[in-house]
């Protein structure tokens, strides 16, 4: 296990913290959750039947001693989850809404997480992301000031570590999307141990092309600017440019960004999920996440070709956001 999973273990151990898993009867999600429980990281909440969980994880040789398991069925707080939910709804889901939709059971994960029973979630193994993050939308919701969520990847191959975003969320985000995302990923490279350098990446370098998408990503980098002026940060860059020192020399030499950028916003969806697939599968780098940034509390969603070792490193990742906030 690389460094950096090393110091997320010792972060998150001995700190009580729980972490809920809404697809309880998944075998990867099994497997994950017994190592977490036995190594006495972290406390999972498997959500599901409580004979039918139990009984697939002696099947596969897990214990689930130190877990704990709900079923939304018995649960002896529902009803208290229900009237929370009703509440935090203002109006847009009645009792029946709220009794039908917390039988899901990552309504009712978020809702757990939302009531201080749980400290983050983790989900997305047989769910699609607008399952996992629709009901974190609507219950947890973003953090005074962000207006949206994003997805960011952490890039690891031996010592190096990048933070690329967005690569999960937002389709088309405008400047002050954009911007945002900036800012929210260099507190997220922070949570690393990465002293964030931001990238505004885009096909044009300080002006070498004029069009309304490079506007977009000037625009982006003032907004950046306003919301944190201390933040190591430039663009519009093509990507060797923001990578490459020599490349910078000559093509942004009054820079404060000479080729040593470790956090890349990328300028749509497109890029970004292009982006770091290349690197992942051409440049052998492990790609760790999507891990969703900008909600009051850690909610992440695992890709659905996720393994053991994904949800493993995921739910640390969760439990030490949980943390910091």
């Known amino acids: ?190 949570m690393f141990d990465i002293d964030p350098r931001v990238a505004m990446l885009s096909f044009s370098t300080k002006g070498s092309a004029k069009s309304p998408e490079t506007e977009k990503v000037e625009g982006a980098l003032a907004e950046a600017k306003l919301k944190d002026p201390l933040l190591v940060i430039d663009g519009e860059f093509q990507f060797d440019a923001a990578f490459v020192p020599s490349v910078a020399k000559q093509k942004a030499p009054d820079s404060p960004i000479q080729g040593d950028a470790n956090v890349f916003v990328f300028p749509s969806l497109e890029a970004g999920n292009i982006g770091y697939k290349i690197a992942q599968r051409l440049g052998n780098f492990e790609a760790v996440g999507p891990i969703l940034q900008g909600l009051n509390r850690p909610v992440n969603d695992l890709s659905r070709g996720c393994n053991e070792e994904d949800v493993y490193k995921l739910a640390l990742i969760t439990a030490a956001q949980s943390i910091s906030h």
């Open 1 to 190: 296990m690389s460094d950096l999973f090393t110091g997320l273990k010792e972060k998150v151990k001995g700190q009580n913290l729980k972490i809920v898993f809404p697809e309880g009867l998944d075998e990867r999600i099994l497997k994950a959750a017994g190592r977490l429980a036995e190594e006495n990281i972290l406390t999972p909440i498997l959500i599901g039947d409580l004979e039918e969980v139990q009984t697939k994880a002696e099947n596969l040789g897990v214990s689930l001693q130190n877990a704990e398991i709900y079923d939304p069925k018995s649960y002896a707080q529902f009803d208290a989850l229900v009237a929370s939910f009703v509440e935090r709804r203002k109006g847009k889901a009645t009792e029946e809404d709220a009794r039908k939709a917390l039988l899901d059971e990552n309504y009712f994960g978020t809702m757990l997480v939302y009531a201080n029973q749980a400290d983050g979630l983790v989900s997305g193994a047989i769910h699609s992301t607008a399952d996992t993050v629709r009901p974190a939308l609507q219950i947890i919701k973003t953090k005074e000031g962000v207006k949206k969520t994003s997805g960011v990847f952490i890039m690891v191959r031996e010592d190096e570590k990048y933070v690329f975003a967005d690569c999960a969320i937002n389709i088309n985000p405008d400047s002050l999307d954009l911007a945002e995302i900036a800012v929210e990923s260099a507190k997220t490279a922070r």
